[in-house]
């Protein structure tokens, strides 16, 4: 679909925040979508995470870290946006483990939080007590603190920074150690050392954790088999893009 965009601004060092009109899709917390550049040379889709989506507004919150999203920042109201939307799995839709869980953590590093807004917001929807851990560099990398103010409470660590009243200096590890145990279930997104680390902490305690991974992409839907992600109970690869990027933590054979 193409669609019209109605924001695209800066909520952090080199971090966006961008708004475009996409109406009649159904998407889950969790899924993808697809970003083409047209009118540049680049073919290939650039994936990015759905932030939110509510009347009919899709937000993806992306950072600029090459010639795709360099070129995503400059997009302005008005433009067009082509994109295919909502692709992968889904933090929902796995084994009824949401409909049973009645106290989720919700657990975000960095740009990782971005995801974990309209999975709160889904959360909330159907009546779960989300609670959320969100760790950053410094304060002036934090983001969507307003999103989620009101909706969930939630604490916040600096990795940097010493501590303040609102927020801890450590990673948001520390922060959940000791209370992993109130938890029934626990959602994540975030780089690959945090997810690491909360896989070995979910499991001494004992609490299922579904993480959303991210890697290098190409197609984006599942044809050139170049995001594999090695799963124990399975021979084969398994593609992020296409049979995640939604993962039992506990099924993932960590690299
Ligand atoms: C499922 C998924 C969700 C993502 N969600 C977000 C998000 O919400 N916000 C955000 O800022 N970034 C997200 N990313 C990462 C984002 O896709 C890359 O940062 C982006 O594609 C980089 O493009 P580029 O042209 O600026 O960089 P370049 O490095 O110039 O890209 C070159 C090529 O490599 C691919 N590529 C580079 N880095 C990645 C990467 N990390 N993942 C996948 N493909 C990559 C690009 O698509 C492009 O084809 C996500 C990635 C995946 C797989
Ligand atoms: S990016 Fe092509 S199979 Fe995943």
């Known amino acids: ?5 109605l924001s695209n601004k800066r909520i952090a060092p080199d971090i966006f925040d961008l708004r ?11 899924q993808f979508a697809n970003v083409y550049l047209d009118g540049t040379d680049m073919l290939l889709p650039r994936p990015i995470s759905v932030c939110d989506y509510e009347n009919s507004v899709m937000r993806l919150v992306y950072r600029v870290v090459g010639k795709g999203t360099a070129a995503m920042a400059q997009l302005k109201r008005n433009d067009s946006l082509r ?15 949401t409909q049973k869980a009645k106290r989720v953590l919700l657990v975000g590093g960095g740009l990782g939080v ?4 309209y999975l709160a917001k889904t959360f909330r929807r159907a009546g779960v007590e989300v ?9 002036e990398w934090e983001i969507l603190r307003a999103d989620f103010k009101g909706l969930i409470d939630f604490d916040v660590s600096y990795d940097e920074t010493e501590q303040t009243i609102s927020a801890h200096k450590g990673t948001v590890i520390d922060l959940i150690r000791e209370t992993i145990g109130n938890f029934e ?7 690959v050392p945090m997810l690491k680390a909360l896989t070995g902490l979910s499991q001494s305690a004992g609490i299922p954790l579904w993480v959303s991974l991210e890697e290098h992409m190409a197609c ?17 690869y398994k593609r992020i893009c ?14």
Do not use: H, Y
């Open 185 to 191: 279930m626990v959602c994540a997104c975030g780089p």
């Open 20 to 30: 475009v009109n996409a109406p009649g899709l159904f998407v889950q917390p969790g």
């Open 131 to 139: 609670f959320g851990a969100f760790g950053f560099r410094s304060p």
């Open 1 to 5: 679909m193409t669609g019209c965009i």
């Open 220 to 236: 984006g839907v599942g044809a050139c088999l170049c995001c594999p992600v090695a799963l124990k109970d399975s021979a084969a």
């Open 114 to 117: 971005s995801p974990l807004l």
């Open 83 to 97: 994109l295919v939307a909502p692709l992968g799995n889904a933090f929902t839709t796995k084994k009824g483990d």
């Open 242 to 255: 296409a049979d995640g990027p939604v993962f039992d933590a506990s099924a993932i054979i960590w690299q």
